[in-house]
């Protein structure tokens, strides 16, 4: 999927060197394009922004090396729901599907595809964080890595996603995204801790 987190690139690309898999790149322009963008400024990277996440994902992983033919896009998604509901309209055979994704939206994500490919028995899913979280001043992949986000921005997200995990919020007893989803005890316990030391970083859906 696409996202911020340009380190996704290169895990699907390694995947793509030791199993040969085709790649689907899913995610159109949404409410977090611009964070892409910038992270493609801030590298450096000589890439037209503007454009779907897909298309910007699709050209790096050509620049990893993956051939044309292996990656396909699908652009019109706008958010993680929607990724994996088209994603659903385009493979219509059970398969093995690895996801990776932003790692704030690692689990919900997981979640809305369980939910797209339930009426694909056979369908096996399975998570690939393309990073764990540094955290300094800024967050990042490591200590000597560009920044992915800002430690407010950071905040901001894992709170978010705590949120929308619960089930009256995104789950069966409120908007009915995701099926029931157990968050354990000492996960909602920091979650807490955050909301009392960063009440304005809540994003609420």
């Known amino acids: 999927m696409g996202s911020a987190v340009l380190e996704s690139v290169e895990v699907?690309?390694?995947?793509?060197?030791?199993y040969s898999a085709?790649?689907?790149?899913?995610g159109g322009i949404g409410h977090s394009t611009q964070y892409l963008d910038d992270a493609v400024r801030r590298r450096g990277l000589d890439l037209a922004t503007g454009r779907p996440e897909s298309?910007?994902?699709r050209d790096l992983l050509l620049r990893y090396g993956v051939p044309a033919k292996e990656v396909s896009v699908e652009?019109?998604?706008t958010n993680c729901g929607e990724?994996?509901?088209?994603?659903?309209?385009?493979?219509?055979?059970?398969?093995t599907l690895l996801l990776i994704q932003d790692p704030t939206m690692q689990r919900r994500t997981?979640?809305?595809?369980?939910?797209?490919?339930?009426?694909?028995p056979g369908t096996t899913l399975?998570?690939?964080?393309?990073?764990?979280?540094?955290i300094g001043d800024q967050v990042s992949a490591g200590p000597d890595t560009p920044e992915i986000w800002t430690l407010d921005r950071f905040c901001s997200l894992i709170l978010g996603e705590i949120h929308r995990l619960s089930p009256?919020?995104?789950?069966?007893?409120?908007r009915n995204f995701i099926d029931h989803i157990d968050v354990p005890g000492e996960v909602l316990a920091a979650y807490n801790r955050l909301v009392a030391a960063y009440p304005a970083s809540g994003r609420h859906p």
Do not use: K, M
Request: aromatic fraction near 12%.
């Open 12 to 18: 699907a690309a390694e995947a793509y060197r030791v």
């Open 22 to 26: 085709p790649i689907l790149v899913s």
């Open 55 to 57: 298309h910007v994902f």
């Open 75 to 77: 652009d019109q998604s």
């Open 83 to 95: 990724n994996a509901e088209f994603t659903r309209r385009i493979i219509s055979t059970p398969q």
């Open 110 to 120: 997981h979640a809305c595809f369980e939910r797209s490919f339930a009426d694909l």
């Open 126 to 134: 399975l998570s690939q964080a393309p990073l764990i979280p540094w």
């Open 168 to 174: 009256d919020v995104y789950g069966p007893q409120g």
